[in-house]
C-alpha cells in the first residue's frame, strides 16, 4: 500500500523560511514525478511544484517561483519543499503526491497518490 508522510508543517511569521518533507512507502511502480499542492480554506487545491524523478525537472507556480524550492532522494524515496520568504497568502495545507505518469505536471487529475498533508500557517 502508497503512502506518503508529509511533515515539517508550523506556524511561522510572515518572512520566515519553513521545509516541509515528505516520505514515500510502499511504491512498488516506477514512479514519473512526485509534486506539491496546496489548498487554502475556501479556496481549490492548487498546484505548487512538481519534480520529474528521473531527469530532475522542475515546474513551479508562478505565485512560489524564486521562493520554494523542491528537491527529492531517490534512494531514500523522500520529497522536500524549501520554502523562504513566506507570505500570509501561503497559509494552506501542503500535500504530497506521486504520479505514475503525467503530461502537465501542474494537473492535480494525474497524481495517483496523495498525503494526509500538513498545515502550514504563517502570520503577517
Known amino acids: 500500500q502508497v503512502q506518503l508522510v508529509e511533515s515539517g508543517g508550523g506556524l511561522v511569521q510572515a518572512g520566515d523560511s519553513l521545509r516541509l518533507s515528505c516520505a514515500a512507502s510502499?511504491?512498488?511502480?516506477?514512479?514519473?514525478?512526485m509534486a506539491w499542492f496546496r489548498q487554502a480554506p475556501g479556496k481549490e487545491r492548487e498546484f505548487v511544484a512538481a519534480?520529474?524523478?528521473?531527469?530532475?525537472?522542475?515546474v513551479y507556480a508562478d505565485s512560489v517561483k524564486g521562493r520554494f524550492t523542491i528537491s527529492k532522494d531517490n534512494a531514500k524515496k523522500t520529497l522536500s519543499l524549501q520554502m523562504t520568504s513566506l507570505k500570509s497568502e501561503d497559509t494552506a495545507v501542503y500535500y504530497c503526491t506521486s504520479t505514475r505518469y503525467s503530461d502537465d505536471l501542474m494537473r492535480s487529475s494525474d497524481y495517483n497518490y496523495w498525503g494526509q498533508g500538513t498545515q502550514v500557517t504563517v502570520s503577517s
Open positions: 510502499g511504491i512498488t511502480f516506477s514512479v514519473y514525478a
Open positions: 519534480i520529474s524523478w528521473i531527469s530532475s525537472r522542475t
